[in-house]
């Protein structure tokens, strides 16, 4: 059934971001994550604390609260589980995707409450855990509210006092920067655990 997953997954969605081996790379990393893991859910994938030290580990990522963000938006059915599919997919994102994959993958990691917008409550948490990340003095509530009406005024195009997906696309083609405004989970290029001889020619990020 592994072999029977492995050939969807190629057939669906990945053929146009990575070559077969590659896609065969990525599978045989997950199941050997999850044997290490040694997971209560019968080998089936990765809890939420498993994909943490994975992005740790591989990916370098340090944050928690960004780690858990990243970890729900992979978790597409909402299992609390990331299967192979998920896996494959989320990575295709990080590795190879798009800029307008990318961009709605960060939208989708700072957003999260449901509702389809970054409110001013999300943007003060999010620029508070990345400044805390950042220095090690603690910065004042006061200078962080300042911050979230600066980044307002630049990001909240209809003025309606929060960050819908057309507001972030808008200020993000306009300053790539702000693609990881509220924090790095975007990964990428760091990551070489794809078989050298299997290098792509096609690599546009
Ligand atoms: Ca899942
Ligand atoms: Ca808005």
Redesign the pocket.
């Known amino acids: 059934s592994k072999l029977k997953t492995f050939k969807k997954i190629i057939r669906k969605i990945h053929l146009q971001y990575f070559k077969k081996s590659e896609v065969e790379c990525l599978v045989r990393l997950f199941h050997s994550l999850v044997e290490r893991a040694n997971v209560r859910l019968n080998n089936l994938g990765l809890d939420r604390n498993a994909f943490g030290a994975i992005l740790h580990s591989i990916f370098g990522m340090t944050d928690d609260m960004l780690m858990n963000r990243v970890f729900f938006v992979f978790d597409k059915d909402h299992d609390n589980c990331i299967n192979v599919k998920e896996w494959v997919k989320g990575l295709s994102v990080f590795l190879r995707g798009t800029f307008e994959e990318k961009l709605k993958f960060c939208f989708e990691v700072y957003y999260l409450n449901g509702d389809g ?1 970054i409110c001013r409550e999300e943007i003060f948490d999010m620029l508070k855990n990345s400044l805390h990340q950042q220095s090690s003095e603690e910065e004042n509530d006061e200078g962080i509210k300042e911050l979230v009406d600066i980044t307002l005024k630049k ?10 997906f ?2 972030f696309e808008k200020a993000v083609r306009e300053e790539r920067l702000l693609l990881e405004v509220f924090g790095p989970c975007l990964p990428e290029a760091k990551v070489h655990f794809l078989s050298q001889k299997s290098q792509p020619n096609n690599l546009t990020h």
Do not use: P
Request: glycine share 8%; proline share 0%.
């Open positions: 917008y990001m909240d195009y209809d003025n309606d006092g929060k960050i819908s057309a507001d």
